[in-house]
Antibody, heavy 127, light 111 residues
Framework: EVQLVESGGGLVKPGGSLRLSCVTSEFTFTNAWMTWVRQVPGKGLEWVGRITGKSNGETTYYAAPVKDRFIISRDDSKNTLYLQMNSLKTEDTAVYYCTTGICSGGRCHYDDAFHMWGQGTMVTVSS | QSALTQPASVSGSPGQSITISCTGT?????????VSWYQQHPGKAPKLMIYEVSNRPSGVSNRFSGSKSGNTASLTISGLQAEDEADYYCSSYTSGSTLVLFGGGTKLTVL
């Protein structure tokens, strides 16, 4: 069974940093485009950013609220996705999910249809 | 960029059909056939129910269907069942500064 397992969440003070990890298994991680989505408890989903696979240059793209503060990276040898969060703000408090797109009919919907999700990890930014 | 617009709540009785709307702009919903719908039960991760406006992933009941007209997409659930009670989110690919926009979510109550 495909698994995505996030870790690294916790309590951090405003201005601090945190690194989230997403370990995948039973899944061809190499070259899969991976995405981070967050959700404030009780609120809606928010796209955070995405990284393409190595064959596509590991290109990253970020939502405006996190651009220049968050960095997405990956280690294909460890089947692991990362989210480095710097200069954290109280509004970054949320559950963070890693996810990837559905592949069907020879095409993968990496940027529009998220099919596999982790269980999420909670990040709380508070003094 | 603003989130896509969904009704905050809808309700229906078992066996009935309901429709949830998702309104965007010509830069997202209206401009691409890349609208998806997600079901989320409390404390769980979202589950993809519809992608590319009307396609169902393997294993999703055919009671769930999607459509789009102009800048508004819709999710219809027929033959409502108790287990359908959940939050539903739409999403769309967008040409804006964010690649993907989500709707604010709709709470479905099965009466």
């Amino acid at each position: 069974e495909v698994q995505l397992v996030e870790s690294g969440g916790g309590l951090v003070k405003p201005g601090g940093s945190l690194r989230l990890s997403c370990v995948t298994s039973e899944f061809t991680f190499t070259n899969a485009w991976m995405t981070w989505v967050r959700q404030v408890p009780g609120k809606g989903l928010e796209w955070v950013g995405r990284i393409t696979g190595k064959s596509n240059g590991e290109t990253t793209y970020y939502a405006a609220p996190v651009k220049d503060r968050f960095i997405i990276s990956r280690d294909d040898s460890k089947n692991t996705l990362y989210l480095q969060m710097n200069s954290l703000k109280t509004e970054d408090t949320a559950v963070y999910y890693c996810t990837t797109g559905i592949c069907s009919g020879g095409r993968c919907h990496y940027d529009d249809a998220f099919h596999m999700w982790g269980q999420g990890t909670m990040v709380t930014v508070s003094s | 960029q603003s989130a896509l617009t969904q009704p905050a709540s809808v309700s229906g009785s078992p066996g009935q059909s309901i429709t949830i709307s998702c309104t965007g702009t010509s830069s997202d919903v209206g401009g691409y056939n890349y609208v998806s719908w997600y079901q989320q039960h409390p404390g769980k991760a979202p589950k993809l129910m519809i992608y590319e406006v009307s396609n169902r992933p393997s294993g999703v009941s055919n009671r769930f269907s999607g459509s789009k007209s102009g800048n508004t997409a819709s999710l219809t659930i027929s033959g409502l069942q108790a287990e359908d009670e959940a939050d539903y989110y739409c999403s769309s690919y967008t040409s804006g500064s964010t690649l993907v926009l989500f709707g604010g979510g709709t709470k479905l109550t099965v009466l």
